[in-house]
């Protein structure tokens, strides 16, 4: 049975890949999971100098979900290659680098010093709502997706992909000019804008006022958008949002996600990838499929 | 760390809004420290979604219980679970309190259900260390004394014990020159109290470690969502993985 697939010319193992933000730098999960099962690890974003992130209150639960508000806190790109990336590149696995920055220049900056270590591709971060500069800023523009986009692809010769916001009108105008840019893939969604109150104190609950919606409660926001992107822009699609179990991934892959990425799920269930990649074995040995990409793809509109 | 499922053994009520929970997990008990902690999947479903971090309260062989005030939905989940029914349960977490520090006397602060870690580490430290226990609460419905030793209890409204703030009554024991040899406060509560103990200590010039709370998804350190400001304002530390448990003189309160 195969279950490698490609996203331009990254090679998966399985579609199965973890969410930036959500997986810290890429070993602190090693107690629950083996890392090298994974179809692929994408790092906490980066930015070109570390960032103490937001003060607390940065995280709260919602319904099926929850708000973060961490503001991109991270060690910087010269650290995360001192002492992240040695222990990473040991993996059986392909590494991911998820930049996010505050300018086109510090983005091209972060992929041009990274683009000699052994990683196999870059995640954009466009679409953070928790920063002031940069962020969702950026990704609400096509001019800014675009001239990012292009100005990355032209820095680098491994794939990019460029994680988009769900925070727009169409994100199928986004992944066309991430696409036209050069983009290999797009990643949908990131989170969206959500803000949430305490009736006692009738303050915001978190210290940003506002922050990302991630979880379940956004799964069926995020397969939507995946459709429209895949309906619209012929681009390699990696489908976020919400994915609690193999049900829920294949959603995606049928949708026409060439893969999916386990976000928040990995805070509650750390071993939940793993069990990921079994279910969608087990769904395609029942269901006679001999190759996950006989499933990606497959939705049934009439 | 572990991700196992433990079985709930006994449960046992404290007060009308208190509970004490008895899990069994042999992972779970295995070098587990006072001050360290576990995160609680209370439901399969998502709701409550995320998972709810508990401080051993105890730990005897493979058992170990979880001292919670029914609050939401998750302590209520946990609170009516059936003796016999199982969580899947992450731990041991965090850093604990550190006893390699040269001191004689251990002063356990607990102000209201900040008492949890402390019957555990009166396990750990019997007859090894001298122990004084200081329990704060609103009022005496709120005191809890389940496996503490030596404690004196101050309550806001006087109803138990001294009136006041359980800091000023450690205060009053420290003026009056109470205890022989050396000492080393441990407090876990909330916020205004540690930050009373952060001053006490610093007047008194005492060693302190205090454990911190902090809303957290993950509590082992990718999720960055509880973070605790440095004193000297350089950055932030996680609640989960750097701490809970802090010298009270690196964080700021």
């Known amino acids: 049975m195969n279950l490698k697939v490609k996203i331009g010319n990254l090679e998966l193992k399985n579609p199965v890949l973890v969410a930036s933000g959500t997986f810290g730098y890429g070993i602190e999960s090693a107690d629950f999971l083996d890392l090298n099962q994974l179809g692929g690890i994408i790092t906490k974003s980066l930015s070109l100098k570390p960032r103490k992130g937001n003060p607390p209150k940065r995280i709260a639960e919602t319904p099926a979900g929850m708000l973060n508000a961490i503001g991109l806190a991270n060690i910087g790109v010269e650290k995360f290659i001192e002492e992240k990336l040695p222990l990473l590149t040991k993996l059986n696995t392909k590494i991911i680098v998820n930049i996010a920055a505050s300018s086109v220049e510090e983005y091209v900056e972060c992929v041009r010093i990274l683009d000699k270590e052994e990683i196999d591709a870059f995640e954009i971060n466009v679409s953070c709502p928790n920063v002031k500069e940069g962020g969702l800023e950026f990704g609400r523009s096509l001019s800014k997706v675009g001239e990012i986009t292009g100005k990355v692809v032209a820095s680098t010769n491994k794939p990019v992909i460029i994680k988009l916001t769900p925070n727009v009108t169409f994100i199928s105008e986004f992944a066309k000019v991430a696409k036209e840019e050069g983009a290999t893939a797009v990643s949908a969604i990131n989170t969206f804008v959500g803000m949430a109150v305490n009736v006692f104190t009738r303050k915001p609950k978190l210290s940003h006022i506002t922050g990302g919606l991630s979880g379940p409660a956004i799964r069926p926001l995020a397969l939507a958008k995946v459709f429209e992107i895949v309906q619209n822009v012929d681009i390699p699609v990696i489908g976020i949002g919400g994915i609690t179990n193999s049900e829920d991934a294949l959603e995606f892959l049928i949708t026409g996600a060439k893969a999916v990425q386990i976000g928040t799920h990995n805070f509650v269930d750390p071993s939940a990838p793993i069990k990921i990649i079994k279910g969608i074995e087990d769904y395609l040995r029942n269901f006679n499929f001999k190759d996950v990409n006989e499933v990606i793809g497959s939705l049934q509109l009439s | ?253």
């Not at chain 2, 406060?185 to 009373?196: H, K, V, W």
């Not at chain 2, 952060?198 to 007047?203: A, G, N």
């Not at chain 2, 701490?243 to 009270?248: D, L, M, Q």
């Open chain 2, 1 to 253: 760390m572990f991700q196992t499922l433990a079985k709930v053994v006994e449960k046992r009520i404290l007060t009308d809004q208190i509970i004490l929970v008895t899990l069994r997990s042999e992972e779970l008990t295995n070098n587990v420290k006072p001050g360290q902690f576990v995160n609680v999947r209370v439901s399969e479903t998502c709701y409550p979604y995320l998972r709810r971090p508990f401080s051993y309260c105890d730990v005897e062989r493979d058992t170990f219980k979880l001292m919670f005030t029914i609050y939401g939905q998750g302590t209520k989940m946990l609170a009516n679970a059936s003796i016999g029914s199982k969580f899947d349960v992450i731990g041991p977490l965090g850093n604990g309190f550190n006893l390699d520090d040269d001191f004689e006397n251990a002063i356990f602060v607990g102000g209201g259900l900040g008492i949890a870690p402390f019957p555990f580490f009166t396990r750990v430290l019997k007859n090894k260390k001298n122990i004084y226990t200081y329990i704060g609460a609103r009022t005496k419905e709120f005191v809890v004394t389940y496996g503490l030793q030596n404690y004196k209890i101050a309550t806001d409204d006087g109803s138990i014990g001294f009136n006041g703030n359980v800091v000023e009554l450690l205060k009053n024991d420290l003026d009056k020159k109470f205890f022989n040899g050396k000492i080393k406060i441990f407090g876990c509560g909330p916020t205004p109290m540690l930050r009373a103990l952060k001053q006490l200590s610093e007047e008194y010039d005492l060693i302190c470690e205090v454990s911190t709370e902090e809303a957290m998804a993950c509590g082992f350190g990718i999720c960055q969502g509880c973070p605790i400001e440095l004193s000297d304002s350089s950055g932030f530390k996680l609640v989960c993985k750097d701490g809970p448990v802090f010298n009270v003189k690196e964080i700021k309160l």
